[in-house]
Structures are given as C-alpha cells and as structure tokens.
C-alpha cells in the first residue's frame, strides 16, 4: 500500500471500515487527484461543475454506492458513500456534489418511487446521465417545511404542478428534481407530497445561477414551475406523505453535512501546522509563538473529540440506529466547530489567508453555509430541545 496515501488518510477513531473499503478509498483518491483535484478551481470560476465529471464517476462504479446491485448500483454501504465523500473534502472539492445525488436524492427514488420509474430513472442516475437535485426551500420560506406554498393539483392522469423554489443545488446540472408539493392545501405538514420533474417538461423552468459567497463552483439556482404537467406515477410513494418522507431522509443527509465538516477540520489543521512553520514574522515562524502553538494544540484535541463522536454516528447509521436528534447533534456540533476553527486557522495565515488562491481562504468560505443547510442550527437546536 502506498505509505503517502495511508498517511494521509483521516484518524479513525474506531475501526468501521473493512478492507474492502479502504482498497475503495485509494480508487476514489486517484479519481479525485485525476479529475477533480487539478480542475476545481476553473469550476469555481465557472460556477458549475462539468456534467462530464458525473458520467465519468458513474464508469468508475463512484455514484449511487449504497444502492442494491438489483436496482443497478454497486451494492455497497453507508461506509462507501462516507469514503466518497471524505476524499472529494479532502482536498475542498465543494462543489461536486456526488453525495446529494447519490445519498440524499436517491434514496427517495429507491425507497418511494414505483418500479417503473426505478427501472426508467436510477440506471441513468448509476452511469451519471441523470443528475438528482431536491427541491424544498421558497423563497422567504427558510427552514419552515410547513411553509410550502408549490402546489399540485390531480388532473386525471397528470400532476399540475405550480410555484417557485430557491437555493437549489444542482439546479442548473439536475436532470431530475424531486419537488416538494401542497397536495392538500388544508393539511399542513400532512398535505405535502414529492413529486419528480424532469428537465424539458414544459413548464418547468430554470433561474439563474445564483452567485454565492462559498462553494462557487456549485450550480445553485431558482427553479420555476408554471402549469408543469408530469404523469401521476411521478408522485413518490403515497399522497400527503411527504413530510414523513423527509424526516426519514434527513437525518443521513446531515450526518453527510457532519462527515464534510469533520474531514475539513482535519485537513485544514495539517495544513495550517504545515503553514505556520514555514511563515517568518519578526525573525521567527507563526509556529514559534506560543499563542498559535496552543491554539492549534487545542483545535487538535477537539477535532479528536469531535472524531469519536461523528465516528460512532457513522457505526451507529450503518446499523440502522442512528435517530433523528443524535443527526441533528452531530450536524450542529460539526458546523458550528467547524466555523470557528477555520476562522482562527485563516487568521494565522494573516493576510493570504484572505486570498482566494489559498485553500484556507476557499474552505473557510465554503464552510459558513453548513450552519444554514439541511437545517439550520437554530433547528437542530429546537429538534434536539424536544428531546430534553
């Protein structure tokens, strides 16, 4: 095994991952390092990531991994998506978003669409030609589900889908959109149903390509639905049951949120460390005061302790027991470390560390959303307070 490689690996604080998996890490690595790594930063200018990437990470067996080998995909574990996406943060690739199309966008396709439109859709969303985005956030809505004004209203054979979502990533790249719908208007939360749209339906409109202040080469837009027409069997698993559905979803997509932030704390550390012992200031390193000395000794010590614990929510998903509040606290704890660490990692790089063409000045950009998505903080707060 390449030494290199086994060191740069992220400090495990158990053993979850078996052989197999590791031998998956370095496949995904040398992709990574391949396509990804010497590219992000045209991607960033750009404000998207080419489609090509996607098809080419479908040939390399990289989306979709948890999926069953029945229904087309590799038949691998949460611990194989984790590897995916541990390696894409390792060197700050935020906007491939692999992990929203292949561990948040279709689980709702494999466990609520019909066979019929499995068969038609996932082998696309395997190989790549099909990219899956989700569709919940309106605008002035925020966080608040319940707040969902895009309707859906039965005509016959077809959904007649009307509104306007915000936010969405993958927006202009998405192939498929899973829109949340008010199916019934007098329901509330038990009105709510998911229903998928696909890109060329008339009707069925993108804004433009919002300019963020991180994460830059990640297409997020406004997506527009006017009088959109799609078939009855596009509405994913039964009617009104759509906010149940997304709180099934959710607690795995804000362990990914979580999986992100640990590996970008690590990453950023090293280099930081690595930084710091090089920079001269005042006939000596940045390292050599002892005031950044103990600082990254104590981002060193929490980082390990925050490792325990996102790795023993990692065991426990895997297992099947991970609840919705442990996805929340660990989502909370993550993002909210990681916003504070990488700001003090930036101020040790002084001035470059306000350049865009330093890594910690990028990282430091792209993590500030993660208090915001999946759920803000002040939500994972109020879903872990009811559990008090």
Known sequence: ?????????????????????????????????????????????????????????????????????ELGGAGGDFGHACIVLEELARVNASGVAFQLHSDIVVPYI????????????????????MIGAIAMTEPGMGSDLKAVRTSAVRDGDEWVINGSKTFISSGQNAGLVIVVCRTDPEAGRRGMSLICVEEG????????????????????????????????????????????????????????????????????????????KQRQIFGQTVFDFQVHRFKLAQAKAEIGMFRVYLDDCIARHMKGELSAEEAAAVKL????????L???????????????????????ADARVGRIYGGSSEVMREIIARTL
């Open 1 to 69: 095994m390449d030494t290199n490689a086994a060191a740069a690996r992220p400090f495990r604080a158990r053993d979850i991952f078996s052989t197999d998996h590791e031998m998956f890490r370095d496949q995904v690595r040398r992709f990574v390092e391949r396509e990804v790594a010497p590219h992000h930063r045209d991607w960033e200018h750009a404000g998207v990531v080419p489609r090509e990437l996607w098809r080419k990470a479908g040939e390399q067996g990289l989306l979709c991994t948890m999926l069953p080998e």
């Open 110 to 129: 494999q466990h609520y669409a019909t066979p019929e439109k499995r068969a038609e859709w996932l082998p696309k969303m395997v190989s790549g030609e």
């Open 201 to 276: 339906t008339p009707g069925f409109t993108r804004g433009r390509n919002l300019e963020k202040i991180g994460m830059h080469a990640q297409d997020t837009s406004e997506l527009f639905f006017e009088d959109v027409r799609v078939p009855a069997a596009n509405l994913l698993g039964e009617l009104n049951m759509g906010f149940r559905q997304l709180m099934h979803q959710l607690p795995q997509e804000r362990l990914i949120i979580a999986v992100r932030c640990g590996i970008s704390m690590e990453t950023m550390l090293q280099k930081t460390v690595e930084y710091t």
């Open 333 to 340: 704890l993550g993002t909210e470390m990681q916003n504070r």
């Open 342 to 364: 990488l700001d003090d990692f930036l101020q040790m790089h002084g001035g470059y560390g306000y350049m865009a063409e330093y890594e910690i000045g990028r990282a430091w």
